[in-house]
C-alpha cells in the first residue's frame, strides 16, 4: 500500500489550497484516513481524520471551522480544504492511513500508512 500526496504549495495568508492523498498498491479498504502536519522544530500534530464508518470527521481545534476533510472511497482518495490559511498553517503535510478505526485517531502512532510530505508554505 502506498499513500501519494500533493497538492501543497505557497499562499499568501487568508488563501486556500487542497491537498489529496491517493492510495495505490492494492484494494485499499481502510477506514480511518488522516492527515498530520509537521513545523519545522516541531513535532508532528494531528490536523484531521475521517472515518468511512462511522462517516463522520474529526478536527483539531486549530484548524475547526476553517479545513474540511473528505474522501472518494471509489478513487482511494482523501481530501484535505484548507481556507482561511494562517501563516502558522506552514508545515509539511503528510496523510495517513489504517485499516481499523482507531479511538485515538489523533495519535500518529496508530497508522500503519504513510505518504511522503506536502509543504505548504503560508505568506503573511
Known amino acids: 500500500v502506498q499513500l501519494q500526496a500533493y497538492g501543497g504549495g505557497l499562499v499568501e495568508a487568508e488563501g486556500s489550497l487542497r491537498l489529496a492523498c491517493t492510495v495505490s498498491?492494492?484494494?485499499?479498504?481502510?477506514?480511518?484516513m488522516a492527515w498530520f502536519r509537521q513545523a519545522p522544530g516541531k513535532e508532528r500534530e494531528f490536523v484531521a481524520a475521517i472515518s468511512k464508518s462511522r462517516n463522520r470527521a474529526y478536527y483539531a481545534d486549530s484548524v475547526k471551522g476553517r479545513f474540511t476533510i473528505s474522501r472518494d472511497n471509489a478513487k482511494n482518495t482523501v481530501f484535505l480544504q484548507m481556507n482561511r490559511l494562517r501563516p502558522e498553517d506552514t508545515a509539511e503535510y503528510y496523510c495517513a492511513a489504517r485499516l481499523i478505526w482507531n479511538v485515538q485517531y489523533y495519535n500518529p502512532v496508530h497508522y500503519s500508512y504513510w505518504g511522503q510530505g506536502t509543504l505548504v508554505t503560508v505568506s503573511s
Open positions: 498498491g492494492r484494494t485499499f479498504n481502510g477506514d480511518a
